[in-house]
């Protein structure tokens, strides 16, 4: 912000609205998440550590697996706004001291206030992949494991996953959902290279955009599953309710995608 004498850069921008949109945002997601995770709870509301979850209770394995899977989509949308409330708030927080401001560019103009953007709501929601949806949420985390881990051991998705469930705790579900994220990344790049080149028109919203984002919130909303859960016997129950169809999805796609020739580069 500053040059070598002390001099400000440029027009130093208010803070009042950088700080009250984050802020208003936040109320806004602790609200949807206060209503939202008492219509669709993961666990049980009265004993979530001990009683046996929604998720896996008689009533619900009782309903159809298309049914109880909508369920738990619905639930597991209901309770990321309380992580967005809280980097919200935090960003807010964060602004009203110009910790988010990004500086000046080189014309004197300010740049913006992502520094202390942790979560791009619409594109971790909309993301059409693995990589998108990562890069948007948890931002500073992600970077850093970027650097650190997944730079530093020649791209090892493993050490990368293996430390983010290191980092979140002891909780057999952070393992279960983490070692698992790399499946869904062996698919992805897969299909970049042997499937887009055919189907990607380039548009945004096309179809094979449209069925990529679908696909993507598909299989992550399954496999994070026990990241909610925690506890092991819960997680290994609710998905082999499952059939563990996701994993044996994944595989299959991996196998059968794999025989299909890599399509040539068009020549620019």
């Given at each position: 912000?500053?040059?070598?004498?002390?001099?400000?850069?440029g027009k130093i921008p208010s803070q009042v609205w950088p700080t009250l949109r984050p802020l208003l945002g936040s109320l806004l997601c602790l609200g949807i998440f206060v209503v939202g995770n008492g219509k669709f709870p993961l666990l049980d509301p009265t004993d979530p550590q001990h009683a046996i979850p929604v998720l896996i209770s008689e009533a619900m394995l009782a309903k159809p697996m298309v049914e109880?899977?909508?369920?738990?989509?619905?639930?597991?949308?209901?309770?990321?706004?309380?992580?967005?409330?809280?980097?919200?708030?935090?960003?807010?927080?964060?602004?009203?001291?110009?910790?988010?401001?990004?500086?000046?560019?080189?014309?004197?103009?300010?740049?913006?206030?992502?520094?202390?953007?942790?979560?791009?709501?619409?594109?971790?929601?909309?993301?059409?992949?693995?990589?998108?949806?990562?890069?948007?949420?948890?931002?500073?985390?992600?970077?850093?494991?970027?650097?650190?881990?997944?730079?530093?051991?020649?791209?090892?998705?493993?050490?990368?996953?293996?430390?983010?469930?290191?980092?979140?705790?002891?909780?057999?579900?952070?393992?279960?959902?983490?070692?698992?994220?790399?499946?869904?990344?062996?698919?992805?790049?897969?299909?970049?290279?042997?499937?887009?080149?055919?189907?990607?028109?380039?548009?945004?919203?096309?179809?094979?955009?449209?069925?990529?984002?679908?696909?993507?919130?598909?299989?992550?909303?399954?496999?994070?599953?026990?990241?909610?859960?925690?506890?092991?016997?819960?997680?290994?129950?609710?998905?082999?309710?499952?059939?563990?169809?996701?994993?044996?999805?994944?595989?299959?796609?991996?196998?059968?995608?794999?025989?299909?020739?890599?399509?040539?580069?068009?020549?620019?």
């Open positions: 912000m500053y040059d070598k004498a002390g001099k400000p850069r109880r899977y909508a369920y738990s989509w619905l639930a597991l949308f209901f309770i990321r706004f309380k992580y967005y409330f809280a980097w919200m708030n935090a960003e807010g927080a964060n602004n009203i001291w110009y910790a988010g401001f990004e500086g000046f560019d080189n014309n004197g103009k300010p740049k913006g206030w992502e520094v202390s953007n942790n979560i791009d709501v619409i594109q971790f929601e909309t993301a059409p992949n693995l990589k998108t949806l990562s890069a948007a949420w948890n931002k500073k985390t992600a970077n850093w494991l970027a650097k650190y881990v997944y730079i530093r051991t020649g791209g090892s998705l493993f050490a990368t996953y293996g430390m983010s469930a290191f980092w979140h705790g002891f909780y057999p579900g952070y393992y279960l959902f983490f070692m698992s994220v790399p499946l869904i990344a062996f698919c992805e790049r897969l299909g970049r290279a042997k499937l887009t080149p055919r189907f990607d028109n380039g548009s945004t919203w096309g179809p094979y955009s449209i069925v990529c984002r679908i696909v993507t919130s598909v299989v992550c909303e399954y496999m994070i599953q026990p990241f909610q859960l925690l506890a092991y016997d819960w997680s290994i129950t609710n998905w082999s309710k499952y059939y563990f169809s996701g994993h044996i999805a994944c595989v299959v796609f991996y196998i059968l995608v794999s025989t299909l020739p890599t399509p040539k580069k068009k020549e620019a």
